[in-house]
Every structure is written in C-alpha cells, then in structure tokens.
C-alpha cells in the first residue's frame, strides 16, 4: 500500500532513496572537517598577509636608511681631505707662506681624496698612449702625430673615472691621426 504522495515525500530514506543515517553522519562529518580545514587555511593565509606586509614595510625602511645615510661612510672618509684643506689655507694665510708648502699641502689633500675615492670603488681612467676606446674615451679633437700611432690617445685633457665597473665620466682626449 502505497502513501499519497505528500505522505512519502518525507520518508525517502525509509523507500531505499537517499543516504542511510550511517552515511548521512559521515558526510556531516566530512563537511565538519573541511569546513575546519577551509578555516585553517584561511587563518595560515591571513598570517601570510600580515607577514608579507611586515616584510614590504621593513624593506621600505631599509631601503629609506639605506638611501639616506647610503654615503656615511664615504663622507666620514672625506673629512680628512676637509681637515688638509683647511689647514692648508690656514698655512697659505701664515706669514712666510712659501709656495713649495702650499704645494706640499696641495699633494696631501689630493692624495687623502684619491685614497678615499678608492677605498669606494672610485677608478681613474687616464687613457694616455693608449688605443681609443668611444666607451670609455671621449675625443676632443685629432691631431698629427709620428710619436703615437693613428687611433691611440696622444693627450688627456680630462682623466675619466669609474665607479666600480661603471664609467661616471669619460676621459676627455686627443686622438692622434698618427704620421
């Protein structure tokens, strides 16, 4: 004897239709355990975040220090040469100020400012004899010449310098045509 149809309709599982109560359990339980895993993995992802915005805000920092205080140690080798040239135009104003201790004190400070330009990566390119090079060399003019061959360097106008393997600034030269 069969129901009418809204009497069976709530009895699917008493018919064969649909999950028995043992199944039914089991996939509440399986949901329970995904939507707890759905959550883990929100929580891990949120974490993720936050640590990735501290790392961008603690680069930013950095990057900032870096920027700002980058040349500490190249100004605190400088201060020497601010010292020499200092002194030195308090001996020019010395009464008896001779050229050759001006000179001296000129030599000195060059130096001190060489030293420190070097101790930074700070290169002279000084070309003189040398072939010319267009990437390193910049040319001034052409001139003659039966002592140095055609396309070398017969005078430097201008040392360049490298910083590191970078040129900050050619060397201003003459080219000799040769002879």
Do not use: C
């Amino acid at each position: 004897m069969q129901g009418t149809p809204e009497q069976g309709a709530g009895n699917v599982e008493a018919e064969g239709f649909g999950p028995a109560a043992g199944e039914q359990a089991a996939f509440e339980a399986e949901i329970a355990a995904l939507q707890q895993r759905v959550a883990d993995l929100e929580g891990t992802l949120l974490r993720e975040r936050a640590e990735a915005e501290n790392q961008r805000k603690r680069w930013l920092r950095e990057f900032e220090q870096a920027r700002k205080y980058g040349v500490e140690r190249l100004l605190g080798d400088l201060l020497p040469v601010l010292d020499s040239l200092e002194q030195g135009i308090k001996a020019a104003e010395a009464p008896g100020a001779g050229i050759d201790s001006l000179r001296q004190g000129a030599d000195m400070t060059l130096k001190l400012l060489l030293k420190a330009g070097e101790s930074h990566g700070l290169g002279a390119v000084d070309p003189q004899g040398q072939p010319f090079d267009p990437e390193a060399h910049q040319a001034m003019g052409m001139q003659p010449s039966s002592e140095v061959a055609a396309d070398h360097v017969l005078a430097v106008l201008q040392k360049g310098y490298r910083l590191h393997d970078r040129l900050v600034r050619p060397a201003l030269v003459i080219v000799s045509q040769g002879g």
